[in-house]
């Protein structure tokens, strides 16, 4: 025992021998000598043993939750890399450019469409009067998008996705990304609105939001930024 | 398996590693794409050692699929594949460290004030298509032991990951962390040794 005990020395911190041991009997890395070493102190000290045994135990544990940890993270393939000129996915992307950056180039047509006061249409014949266009202050394509995300019903995106690489004649590499944002629709109980097997709605988000919210008059939340 | 065995099998896995490297290199996509499922077990370790805590694995490991398959021609020694990889991984994590601040992340809520540590506690990655019950499929002292292996060094908690990807020796490991096979035995040593203190006996029997 007394000898186990100078052999497993913790007081500073040190790694022991019997530490060492251990471990490399854990991994299945120990050499002959080193069995031999650790049959000597376990002659002395039959717990040691039992720390053996709980290593191991440990040791396989520990695999288990990294594998667990781990499991969809290994699913990962390398990213489909599209031919030169190849028809590219679009049953996959289209509808999710539609989900994801369609909204913000629809606000952003919106956007331009309210602050062009000069190519406003006539009402009742009567021409509008040609005043100069303010120098409004453009909003970007991204911004447009971040301007959405700050909508109210809006919760937030995930994580943007990769779904292709295509090489360009440019030398350059076209990475198409997917976006997806998270909002909700309030809809009545009695109301229910189509679904396909996949849970794909089958409803412009926009229309359906329009036709379920009162008007912002009735609200007193103004729905533009 | 006798010790000479041994060291030819791996000498020559690490033959046809080259060749697969050359291969994809000149744009054969099957060797890359084998260089990758061969080596993707352990570059997922590394991930989990370096990821910043509210950015999911699968997500940089995406990021280092694209990095892999878009900078593989700049690898000019194949010898120092492994560690060209795992640096690779190492700056996908800082990159992502440094950026994701913006972004939310619908599974882990907003992002916390100690965003920086690149350690990070484990979360069960939200990932697409997995199930509610899959992302829970971690028990509370699995998430203890993970949590304690996240908080060990970076030097003892990487060697102690890549050992439990199985199948990893200890000759491998030091292969790609670049370092002597003593020097891992010792940090795997050490590492196991600070668990024990951390964690005690109960938890690891909790799980049996």
């Known amino acids: 025992m007394a000898e186990t005990n100078q052999h497993n020395l913790d007081d500073h911190g040190e790694l022991s021998e019997i530490d060492r041991l251990l471990s490399l009997l854990t991994d299945g890395e120990a050499t002959d000598s080193d069995r031999q070493r650790f049959e000597q102190y376990a002659a002395g000290d039959a717990e040691l043993w039992r720390r053996l045994a709980d290593a191991q135990e440990s040791a396989a544990m520990l695999e288990r939750y990294v594998d667990a940890e781990l499991a969809a993270a290994l699913d990962v393939d390398l990213p489909v890399v599209a031919a030169h000129a190849a028809a590219p996915a679009r049953s996959l992307r289209g509808p999710w450019i539609v989900a994801g950056v369609g909204w913000a180039a629809v606000l952003v047509l919106a956007v331009l469409w309210t602050a062009s006061p000069g190519a406003a249409p006539s009402i009742d014949g009567v021409q509008p009067v040609d005043v100069p266009t303010p120098r409004v202050p453009m909003i970007t394509y991204d911004e447009a998008y971040n301007l959405y995300l700050e909508a109210p019903w809006v919760r937030g995106q995930m994580q943007p996705h990769l779904t292709e690489i295509e090489p360009l004649d440019n030398g350059m590499m076209r990475y198409w990304i997917m976006r997806r944002i998270e909002e909700f629709i309030d809809v009545p109980a009695d109301q229910t609105i189509e679904i396909d097997g996949s849970r794909n709605l089958q409803v412009d988000p926009a229309a359906l939001r329009n036709a379920m919210e009162p008007s912002d008059d009735n609200t007193g939340e103004s729905r533009r930024p | ?208």
């Open chain 2, 1 to 208: 398996m006798s010790g000479h065995q041994k060291i030819r099998e791996q000498e020559g896995r690490r033959d046809a590693e080259h060749e697969l490297i050359r291969q994809g290199q000149a744009g054969d996509r099957d060797a890359l794409q084998s260089l990758w499922q061969t080596n993707r077990r352990w570059v997922a370790a590394i991930v989990l050692a370096h990821r910043p805590r509210t950015i999911d694995v699968e997500d940089l490991m995406q990021d280092v699929a694209i990095k892999f398959i878009t900078k593989v021609d700049t690898l000019r020694d194949v010898e120092a594949f492994r560690p060209w990889l795992r640096r690779i991984v190492i700056n996908v994590c800082r990159g992502a460290a440094r950026s994701h601040k913006h972004t939310l992340h619908l599974s882990t809520g907003p992002a916390s004030s100690d965003d920086d540590d690149q350690r990070g506690s484990v979360n069960v990655p939200a990932a697409d298509g997995q199930s509610a019950d899959e992302q829970v499929a971690l028990s509370d002292s699995a998430r203890r032991v993970l949590h304690q292996v996240m908080s060990l060094p970076a030097e003892y908690r990487e060697p102690l990951l890549l050992r439990s990807m199985r199948g990893m020796s200890y000759q491998q490991i030091g292969e790609v962390l670049e370092l002597p096979v003593t020097t891992i035995e010792t940090r795997l040593a050490r590492a196991r040794r600070m668990l024990r203190e951390e964690i005690g006996e109960e938890v690891w029997s909790e799980g049996t």
